[in-house]
């Protein structure tokens, strides 16, 4: 135990590599994705003999942009999307005008753009044809639209040193709203203008969320899975949380992956680097 560097998640080479989560009809959603929401379609593979289909879509080349990684089932039509995913965030720079393209191409708009309560950036939230949340967020600059995964979990200051501990990720912005009664915090490798990162919401009084069956994880680039799943399983056993996937090569794929769950029962993929490029040949 006393070899296990604590340290390493910081001093690793890690980025926010895709999100993963399961889909009703995949040819629908790619194309609302590439459509609606202005993705292009990566990469796509079907697995007969384990009974899926996946597809990666997002708005550059995965060597440097965020990805979404769409999960169909065989015969599984419907997903329940819990209370605790909260929303995943498109930067754009003029929002009004991708709601109204949004709307075009048949999307569900859920609040209408405009300035944020008491504030003056310009938000709108659309909903995909699965139930999932889209926050459209207006920036003057954008480096990768897809900037943002917000999950809820039930004691912020926790999850905050897990994933300080854990993933090596930093706080590169807090805010306490006690009039709506809610704390968020953003975790980053990079700033939130820079890079893809990672929003926990906590409100008040709200211990436990339902996970559903819909979102399924996270998966961020490490250049060791078994430093990473060392270090991630000290970490849980102060915290909470759980290896789920040992370390170790993906049969079919030779991929090295360790997953895990964190206090809260959300789930991370670690991805070995070199592997990942591999899968991108």
């Not at 009809?25 to 790619?30: A, C, N, P, S, V």
């Amino acid at each position: 135990m006393a070899e296990i560097d604590l340290e390493w998640p910081k001093k690793d080479n890690r980025r926010l590599l895709h999100v993963v989560y399961r889909v009703g009809d995949l040819e629908r959603t790619i194309k609302f994705y590439t459509e609606a929401l202005g993705m292009k379609l990566l990469r796509q593979r079907d697995v007969p003999e384990e009974k899926y289909a996946n597809a990666f879509v997002g708005f550059g080349d995965e060597h440097s942009h965020f990805a979404v990684e769409l999960t169909y089932n065989y015969g599984v039509t419907s997903y329940d999307v819990g209370d605790g995913f909260g929303h995943f965030a498109i930067a754009t720079q003029d929002v009004y005008k991708l709601v109204e393209h949004i709307r075009a191409k048949g999307g569900n708009i859920t609040r209408e753009a405009g300035p944020v309560q008491g504030g003056t950036t310009v938000i709108a939230f659309v909903k995909d044809p699965d139930g999932y949340t889209f926050a459209l967020v207006q920036r003057p600059i954008v480096h990768d639209p897809f900037c943002q995964i917000s999950l809820r979990v039930g004691d912020l200051e926790r999850a905050i040193k897990f994933y300080e501990k854990a993933l090596g990720l930093k706080v590169v912005r807090k805010v306490d709203n006690p009039e709506n009664k809610y704390t968020i915090a953003i975790l980053g490798y990079k700033e939130e203008d820079d890079a893809t990162v990672l929003e926990l919401t906590y409100n008040y009084g709200v211990t436990e969320y339902s996970k559903g069956t819909a979102y399924a994880q996270i998966a961020i680039g490490t250049d060791d899975v078994y430093k990473g799943a060392d270090v991630v399983n000290l970490v849980t056993q102060e915290l909470g949380g759980e290896i789920t996937l040992q370390p170790g090569p993906i049969p079919g794929l030779n991929t090295k992956v360790t997953s895990f769950l964190d206090p809260d029962g959300w789930k991370t993929a670690l991805v070995d680097n070199e592997d990942f490029l591999k899968e991108l040949e």
